[in-house]
């Protein structure tokens, strides 16, 4: 069999797996292995033996064990008898040499420690793999968009019109043994989950960065979803009970299966409803109307992570167009359109909603030609009273709107305003979606959810914030 055989053969029909990362640190393991003659090896013996009955394979990473100086490699061979051998393991060195290095190094992980795949660094190109897929019954993960937050500085640089990591996915298709290449790609990048799930529909991917990074199990299957293993370390190694632990995050893999819609507006929803960006009660708007609900996107600024999520929505819907640059509509999106910006690494302009008293004068910040394609952006899309505004000062300055792309659709008839006129209108979500994901994750009562949407089709402008 080969190693991706047996991870299926893990997983089942889901797809989904658990990867558990033996990573041990001496001085955080809890006080009764500390008083063990071998503190590591007797930590490592209790976690595998707690969790091996919900681990689709371990990963043990080869720099704790290089930290604990000459007795590592031995602690670490120790810790690789002690994995049943129905379990994969999965050596993380993120190796990368050509020539004899990289045969000494593929000796090493395979032959020394017994390894059933492990992680390779591709910026040396498919000779540096050559080693490793040599092994007909091994596998390689390639890191290919990390979850680091200063990856995005190499692996997102521009080429040929896309950033590096999916130009590198794209190569790894055509190159000798790719069917035995699995992808690392971080939690925390829901674009790049999209992206390369799209490009590489069924290659396995090795997704780190759940729970302190910020990643999400539901986002991830919703996003990547199989073949997929999601990594965990800390959250079961430092947790009181690592078996339940282990338990909790398998269950969540192999649970009722969620469409890949569905399981990101639920994160969303969650998202914006514990960052005060969904409120209900009854509130006066700006306009004078009451409103069972107040959405207020100006809130996402005070909350990265969630920012960084949006951010990752709204690449994942504009991946998909044709567009020269990037438009937000002041004010609520203009730090949602830096931050989409940023990650997919396009330029930024924003039509300002007066033209400026002094200096030029000017009505559109930042550099553009006329003739270019932008795509629009905005928070949240009630009528096109405000869309209309912006893309008049666009068009007057010679640019070209195709698209507008939104985060909520509030359904109140801006979309078909909008595309009446010939605009493609794209939400990554519905004010109807956000209420159903509230009630299936337990932060509205049905009947609430239907008193709001009745009170929200007697008063459409009330759904307005403003």
């Known amino acids: 069999m080969t190693f991706f055989d047996r991870l299926r053969g893990r997983t089942g029909p889901s797809g989904l797996g658990l990867c558990i990362g033996l990573d041990p640190v001496p001085e955080r393991l809890p006080a009764w292995a500390r008083r063990h003659p071998d503190p590591v090896v007797a930590f490592v013996r209790w976690v595998v033996e707690a969790t091996a009955e919900f681990a689709a394979a371990y990963k043990p990473n080869l720099a704790f064990y290089l930290a604990m100086g000459t007795s590592g490699l031995e602690t670490l061979r120790m810790v690789r008898a002690m994995i049943p051998p129905e379990i994969p393991v999965i050596l993380d060195g993120k190796f990368g040499d050509i020539g004899w290095t990289a045969e000494a190094y593929a000796r090493f992980a395979f032959d020394v420690l017994r390894a059933d795949a492990v992680t390779l660094s591709p910026f040396l190109g498919p000779e540096s793999l050559r080693p490793f897929l040599d092994r007909a019954d091994r596998g390689v993960f390639l ?7 200063g990856a995005e500085a190499v692996q997102e640089l521009p080429v040929r019109g896309e950033p590096l ?8 298709e055509g190159w000798a043994g790719s069917e035995r290449i699995g992808f690392v790609v971080g939690a925390t990048v829901p674009a790049a989950l999209t992206a390369l799930r799209r490009l590489a529909p069924d290659r396995w991917l090795l997704i780190p960065g759940i729970g302190p990074q910020g990643g999400d199990v539901e986002t991830v299957k919703a996003l990547a979803g199989p073949p997929a293993l999601i990594a965990a370390s800390r959250e079961i190694l430092e947790a009181p009970d690592p078996g339940a632990a282990a338990r909790a995050l398998g269950e969540a893999l192999r649970g009722r299966e969620v469409a890949p819609e569905a399981g990101a507006i639920r994160a969303l929803a969650r998202g914006l409803y514990e960052a005060g960006c969904i409120r209900f009660g009854d509130f006066v708007l700006k306009s004078g109307q009451r409103s069972p609900i107040y959405l207020d996107l100006r809130q996402l600024v005070a909350f990265p992570a969630l920012l960084e999520m949006v951010a990752g929505l709204y690449a994942a819907v504009l991946e998909r167009l044709t567009f020269d640059r990037l438009a937000a509509i002041p004010y609520a999106a203009l730090p949602i359109g830096t931050a989409v910006a940023l990650r997919m690494r396009r330029p930024l302009l924003y039509p300002r909603r007066e033209a400026k008293a002094y200096g030029t004068g000017q009505r559109i910040e930042g550099t553009f030609h006329p003739g270019e394609t932008v795509a629009v952006l905005d928070d949240v899309l009630t009528t096109g009273a405000s869309k209309w505004e912006a893309i008049r000062v666009l068009e007057e300055a010679g640019l070209r709107v195709t698209d507008i792309v939104v985060l909520v659709d509030r359904e109140q008839g801006g979309r078909p305003e ?7 209108v794209h939400a990554v979500t519905t004010l109807t979606a956000l209420l159903d994901a509230l009630v299936a994750e337990g932060k509205l009562l049905p009947a609430e959810r239907d008193r709001i949407q009745e009170a929200l089709r007697r008063s459409p402008a009330a759904a307005s914030s403003g």
């Open 418 to 424: 909008l595309e009446a006129a010939g605009y493609r």
């Open 165 to 172: 990591y999916q130009a590198l996915a794209r190569q790894v």
């Open 143 to 149: 890191l290919i968009r990390t979850s680091n937050p």
